[in-house]
């Protein structure tokens, strides 16, 4: 049996690793330029239903920061530079949003009998948390072609 | 396997998503719907005609709609967390059955097969890379056996 070369391994902790940094970094983008931080924060507000559980200013706030914390750690994640930080902090992101679709879900059962909405969990949360997964699994010393490694630390 | 950090966070992300999924599932089906309009809507009104009896049909659809809130709950805060994924495994084969009966090319993409992923991988990792549960907690508290009994005696 021939084991993976280096640049193998390399190649298959780096592709997942810049997939899910890319998008985080484009759904961050979006929420930033395109929707813009305070409508976004808007819609959370309108349609989340998360004042019905949290104080209206901790989701104000936190909706409104969302995009640039996705740009920011998905940035580092596709780079590679603190890059298991950045899984983590992603990761833990990704529990909370489940969270939140849970919560809304009890509210306004829109996945029917799972309550969750099915299309939010299926196409949103589980790639990410999978491919976040996937890169926290992996070891970090196989992880050759980061910033980190580039600039020698 | 070698137990890190990040591989305990990887466990953790994906048990309590898992969890999550389930026990809000489980929560709608008891809380909102109530358990047995949940058997009689997708229990025993889509498979009346079938040869399955109906006593079982109100059985089991009363029945897993506290199975997935209970064990939904202790997979999510990781307390007795392998016997509870094999009781949500078990519904997950229980409930792509009952989808088959009704329609043998099911697609199971949208509910089934994700959570089978999620359920193997935690199933599958090695149960001390759980670190951040309440599992982990209780085996760290344990007082570790001391590695040469007669050597603990001789001193």
């Known amino acids: 049996m021939i084991a993976p070369t280096p640049i193998e391994r390399a190649w298959a902790v ?15 983008a979006n929420k930033v330029f395109t929707i813009g931080p305070r409508a976004y924060a808007e819609m959370v507000h309108e349609h989340s239903h998360m004042v019905q559980f949290f104080p209206w200013q901790i989701v104000d706030h936190v909706a409104f920061a969302t995009g640039f914390v996705e740009i920011a750690l998905g940035a580092l994640l596709t780079i590679g530079f603190k890059t298991r930080w950045a899984a983590r ?15 809304a879900g009890l509210v306004d059962p829109v996945g029917g009998v799972t309550a969750m909405d099915t299309r939010a969990v299926n196409t949103y949360i589980l790639p990410r948390a999978m491919l976040l997964i ?3 699994m992996l070891p970090e010393e196989d992880d050759l072609f980061t910033a980190e490694k580039l600039l020698g630390r | 396997m070698l137990p890190t950090v990040d591989r305990a966070w990887a466990v953790f992300i ?17 809380f909102t719907l109530g358990a ?11 498979y009346a005609d079938t040869y399955i009896p109906v006593w079982s049909l109100w059985a089991t659809g009363t029945i897993v709609p506290y199975l997935e809130l209970v064990f939904g709950a202790t997979v999510l805060i990781g307390f007795r967390t392998r016997f509870s994924l094999l009781v949500l495994g078990a519904i997950l084969v229980f409930v792509m059955f009952g989808h088959l009966i009704r329609a043998p090319l099911f697609v199971a993409n949208g509910f089934i097969l994700p ?7 935690v199933l599958l990792m090695p149960r001390e890379l759980d670190w951040f549960s309440v599992d982990g907690l209780l085996r760290a508290r344990k007082p570790h056996p001391p590695i040469n009994p007669r050597a603990q005696e001789a001193l």
């Open chain 2, 115 to 121: 959570r089978t992923g999620l359920l193997m991988f």
């Open chain 2, 36 to 46: 047995t309009e949940h058997a009689r809507l997708l229990f025993v009104v889509p």
């Open chain 1, 14 to 28: 780096f592709v997942p690793r810049a997939i899910v940094g890319l998008m985080f970094v484009f759904a961050g």
């Open chain 2, 14 to 30: 994906a048990r309590t998503i898992l969890g999550m999924v389930f026990f809000i599932g489980g929560c709608h089906k008891v």
């Open chain 1, 134 to 136: 996937l890169v926290l």
């Open chain 1, 89 to 103: 902090l992603l990761g833990g992101m990704m529990v909370l949003v489940a969270a939140g679709y849970g919560l």
